[in-house]
């Protein structure tokens, strides 16, 4: 598959919804292009990190094979930015990753859940 049929070409975003700012991090649609979701991530990540961008962040990672591995990523990158993270939500997971967030969950200084609807994900962010 191009790249451009990957997802690659959906960017991340700041979002106003419901009086507050989310963070709105595109994973989805790229199926089992790990290197790339990384890549796309970290570079995101960038952003993320600035003491400006929202502290509420969905991770839409619906059409995207997301394993341990993955999701290990995702969430030791949260944990590791200076600026504290209030709630993270992950849109589009199996129920075995959805588990894995859950046990996480206990070990992290936010809030983070699964809600597979995007809009049910804001409103529950914000």
């Known amino acids: 598959m191009?790249?451009?049929e990957l997802g690659l070409n959906k960017k991340s975003f700041s979002l106003f919804y419901n009086g507050g700012e989310i963070w709105c991090e595109h994973l989805d649609s790229l199926?089992?292009?790990k290197e790339l979701l990384k890549q796309k991530f970290n570079?995101?990540?960038v952003q993320i990190s600035r003491p400006s961008a929202s502290s509420y962040?969905?991770?839409n990672l619906d059409e995207t094979d997301v394993?341990?591995?993955i999701l290990e990523h995702i969430i030791s990158?949260?944990?590791m930015i200076k600026k504290p993270l209030?709630?993270?939500v992950f849109v589009g997971l199996n129920s075995k990753m959805k588990r894995y967030v859950?046990?996480?969950n206990k070990n992290t200084l936010f809030t983070m859940t699964c809600i597979d609807d995007f809009e049910k994900a804001k409103e529950w962010l914000v």
Request: overall charge neutral; aromatic content about 12%; some cysteine.
């Open 67 to 69: 394993d341990r591995e």
């Open 2 to 4: 191009e790249k451009y």
């Open 31 to 33: 199926y089992n292009e």
């Open 43 to 45: 570079q995101d990540l």
């Open 57 to 59: 962040i969905a991770v």
């Open 77 to 79: 990158s949260f944990t």
């Open 86 to 88: 209030c709630k993270v």
């Open 102 to 104: 859950k046990q996480k």
